[in-house]
Structures are given as C-alpha cells and as structure tokens.
C-alpha cells in the first residue's frame, strides 16, 4: 500500500483530515507502465480520468448495488478524503471526472492546491431519484486544471444526438484551456454515456455524435484530450468509432492491451467486472508516454469496490502525454 505522506500536496492534506483519521487512509501500490522517455521540448501533461461515484448513488444499497461493500465505505465521511488523498497522489494537470454531484467541496478542497475547475450537470441525473442520502444533489461531469499550467479560455456542452437527432440523456462537456508556456490551446472533452445492456445502438450513435461535436470546436493545432466512461467494453462498436480517429492512451503505452478492468462492483445478480474508462488524445498533436496500471486484482477484496482504498466503484485512469512539437 501506499501509506499517506511523502508528497508535499499530501502532507498539506493532512491539515485538513480530520486529526484522528490521518493514519487511516491509503492506496493500492500501482506502477506506471510503458515508460517511453520524453522525446524534445514538448510540454508534459498528466490526465487522470475517474468515474468518482456519485455520492447520490451510494444510497442505493444494499439492495440494487454494492451487495457486499461496507456501509462505512459508501459514506460521504469517509469517501471525500480518499478522493482527495487519490488525487493528490498523483497531482493530474487535468482531472476530468463523471458522476461528480460533489463539485462545491472539490472545488474549496482543490483551490488549496492550485486547481480550478467547472461543472456541468448530467441531464436526468439518476441521484435525485434514489432515497436514502442528504442533500442530495445531481450528478454531472467536471474538469479541473492546474492554474500553475493553464489559463482558462471557454466552455462548451450539450446532450449528445442520436441518430435521429434527438437529444439523449448523455452530456458532453468540453473546456477550452491555453498552456501557459505558449498559449497551446488544449481542448479536454468529458462524457458519460448511459448505461444498460440494451443501450449498445444509443451508445454507438452517441459515439457518433461525441466525435461531431469534437470537430465543432477542435482547431488546428489544438491538443486534444477526452475522458470517457463508455458504458460497455472495448469491444463495442461504439469505441471502434472514436478510435477511427482518436488514439487510446493505454492500449497505445500497452502494445494494445486494456486494462483487465476499470469498473467492478457486486451486484444482486453476482460480479460486474468491466473495462469502462478511456483517455483518447489527438496523436498528431500528443504522444502517450505512460500509463498508470490497474491494481492487482488480489488487493481489491470479496467486497469489490469501493472499499478502503479505493473511493469509487470505478478505479482513475492516469497517463503523461507529451506534446509534439511541429518541428518534430
């Protein structure tokens, strides 16, 4: 495990836990994987993308989700600070996050550390439908940037279309961002497909629409970055789509592989245990460098997740792209 401590962000984390729950938070041992060293100038960005679990969702147990987790490890009390301390271990210059219907605490908690984000709610948030939490707030998708790395530019969102036009409960979310070296415009886009094992086609057209609304507001030249909790496995046509024009980051670091899970949670009906979360960059204008592993399957437990390391039901995706520079 990785004890709390040792990072400078996470030693300034510690002034705000709660003086008898120091010692009680911790992280699965990951390695990064792929290595490839850095190749000219180009600037170094760290993404970490996380489905984070809704904290309106978690009142949803035991009944319909999370059969065997722990009461304690569904709660808001004991969550927020493993989101933080998992954050902050990596110190992501953008963290694109799903399911965020806590964005006013991340925000306070964030600004501490040099982090600004925005917000944009899901349509038809499933958390105000579920009984069981305080002050319950809907669901949405957030981005977060480092100020000491970025400047904001604009902000653009809407219900993705299916193929009849139609809007669909799906948002998507973009964020205009410019290094602050040079004024590189960095495009970081955000969704949250709907779920559901007859969802495949609406998915699929989804997919269709993300990559339209994509080349609305991409420019040339513009790095761009997406954060996608897909819904379903690799295998589906929906992300045959995205990667006709967009590289994914881990099979790119991986010789091809996805990770052997991104999502796994105990469910009424048994296990589910998916690959969900994607990064995906522009490789005309970014090269994946590393990508940081799943943990061993051994530590995750019979309860599955969330549990005492892991905040979510989802584990974060962490990868270091490099830009590539026009004279390359």
């Given at each position: 495990m990785t004890v709390f401590g040792g990072h400078p962000a996470l030693k300034a984390l510690a002034t705000i836990?709660?003086?008898?729950?120091?010692?009680?938070?911790?992280?699965?041992s990951r390695s990064f994987e792929g290595r490839t060293p850095p190749s000219g100038p180009?600037?170094?960005?760290?993404?970490?993308?996380?489905?984070?679990?809704?904290?309106?969702?978690?009142?949803?147990?035991?009944?319909?989700?999370?059969?065997k987790t722990r009461e304690e490890h569904l709660k808001w009390e004991t969550r927020r600070y493993l989101l933080l301390l998992e954050i902050l271990s990596y110190m992501p210059d953008i963290l694109i996050l799903q399911e965020c219907d806590r964005f006013d605490f991340l925000s306070v908690k964030l600004k501490e550390f040099g982090y600004k984000g925005r917000f944009q709610e899901r349509?038809?948030?499933?958390?105000?439908?579920?009984?069981?939490?305080?002050?319950?707030?809907?669901?949405?998708?957030?981005?977060?940037?480092?100020?000491?790395?970025?400047?904001?530019?604009?902000?653009?969102?809407?219900?993705?279309?299916?193929?009849?036009?139609h809007s669909t409960s799906s948002l998507v979310f973009g964020l205009k961002l410019e290094l602050v070296e040079d004024n590189t415009t960095v495009f970081v886009v955000n969704t949250h497909l709907k779920g559901g094992p007859k969802g495949e086609q609406n998915r699929y057209e989804a997919c269709i629409d993300l990559l339209n609304f994509v080349s609305e507001h991409e420019r040339a030249g513009d790095?761009?970055?997406?954060?996608?909790?897909?819904?379903?496995?690799?295998?589906?046509?929906?992300?045959?789509?995205?990667?006709?024009?967009?590289?994914?980051?881990?099979?790119?670091?991986?010789d091809g592989k996805h990770p052997s899970f991104t999502t796994w949670r105990t469910r009424p009906l048994g296990d589910?245990?998916?690959?969900?979360?994607?990064?995906?960059?522009?490789?005309?204008?970014?090269?994946?460098?590393?990508?940081l592993e799943e943990p061993d399957s051994s530590v995750i437990g019979e309860a599955r997740l969330p549990n005492n390391f892991c905040a979510s039901d989802h584990i974060s995706l962490v990868c270091d792209l490099q830009r590539i520079m026009s004279e390359e």
């Open positions: 836990l709660p003086t008898d729950k120091t010692d009680s938070y911790s992280l699965p180009g600037q170094i960005i760290r993404v970490m993308q996380w489905n984070m679990l809704a904290q309106g969702l978690c009142g949803s147990s035991p009944k319909k989700n999370y059969c349509p038809f948030s499933p958390c105000v439908d579920i009984p069981g939490e305080e002050d319950v707030k809907p669901d949405g998708c957030a981005i977060f940037y480092h100020m000491e790395r970025f400047h904001f530019v604009e902000v653009m969102h809407r219900q993705l279309l299916n193929e009849m036009k790095l761009v970055v997406m954060g996608v909790d897909i819904c379903e496995e690799p295998s589906a046509r929906g992300y045959d789509h995205l990667i006709t024009k967009y590289k994914d980051a881990y099979t790119s670091a991986r589910e245990k998916y690959c969900n979360d994607i990064v995906l960059f522009n490789n005309q204008t970014l090269r994946v460098l590393q990508v």
